[in-house]
């Protein structure tokens, strides 16, 4: 069964840091870019970041560039985002995707989502 | 990079079609052929419905149909259906190497 499954999670205070982490099954993970996308509570997606096949690249929206990372470990079928500097507007539930073809053009395969919560 | 504009809500009957627009800007929705459409249950995953404009993944029924034209997008959903209620959220492959999804649009079937 083709399938994401994201952990990580949690409730941690502003300024603190976290890692989120993506276990991926049922496809060739190695050939896939991937993708983080957020959703707020109650509100719309947000794409956050992506990385092409083997970390060579990767990209980021704006509002985390520098306080985010992704990275990717295809030993472990493995996708992070390390997060730095959290802040309450990064309170969403994260989801990991699988990219159809390219990096960015569209995701085929997301998975459950793991909420974070940035609260004092 | 601004959400891509969608209306907020459209509703139709049973056997009906609708649509769902997608607005956006040369950067984005204009720049490339890479357009898809995603539907979200409550408390659910997205679920690709639409990719590069007009493309249906396997599975997908052929109920749903999209389109493009200048910076402009579109979401068919032809036949409607209860189990067609949910958020459907556009989005677009950006010049700024970003990927920038749309409002979301909540379906009602009456």
């Known amino acids: 069964e083709v399938q994401l499954l994201e952990s990580g999670g949690g409730l941690v205070q502003p300024g603190e840091s976290l890692r989120l982490s993506c276990v991926a099954s049922g496809f060739t993970f190695s050939n896939s870019a991937m993708s983080w996308v957020r959703q707020a509570p109650g509100k719309g997606l947000e794409w956050v970041s992506a990385v092409s096949t083997r970390g060579t690249n990767t990209f980021y929206q704006d509002s985390v560039r520098g306080r985010f990372t992704v990275s990717r470990d295809d030993s472990k079928n493995t996708l992070y985002l390390q997060m730095d500097s959290l802040s309450a507007e990064d309170t969403a539930v994260y989801y990991c995707?699988?990219?159809?073809?390219?990096?960015?053009?569209?995701?085929?395969?997301w998975g459950q989502g793991t909420m974070l919560t940035v609260s004092s | 990079q601004s959400a891509l504009t969608q209306p907020a809500s459209v509703s139709g009957s049973p056997g009906q079609s609708i649509t769902i627009s997608c607005a956006g800007t040369s950067s984005d929705l204009g720049a490339y052929g890479y357009v898809s459409w995603y539907q979200q249950s409550p408390g659910k995953a997205p679920k690709l419905m639409i990719f590069?404009?007009?493309n249906r993944p396997s599975g997908v029924s052929s109920r749903f149909s999209g389109s493009k034209s200048g910076n402009t997008a579109s979401l068919t959903i032809s036949g409607l259906q209860a189990e067609d209620e949910a958020d459907y959220y556009c989005s677009a492959f950006t010049t700024s190497r970003t990927y920038v999804f749309g409002s979301g649009t909540k379906v009602t079937v009456l």
């Open positions: 590069e404009v007009r």
């Open positions: 995707a699988k990219a159809l073809k390219l990096v960015l053009d569209s995701f085929d395969i």
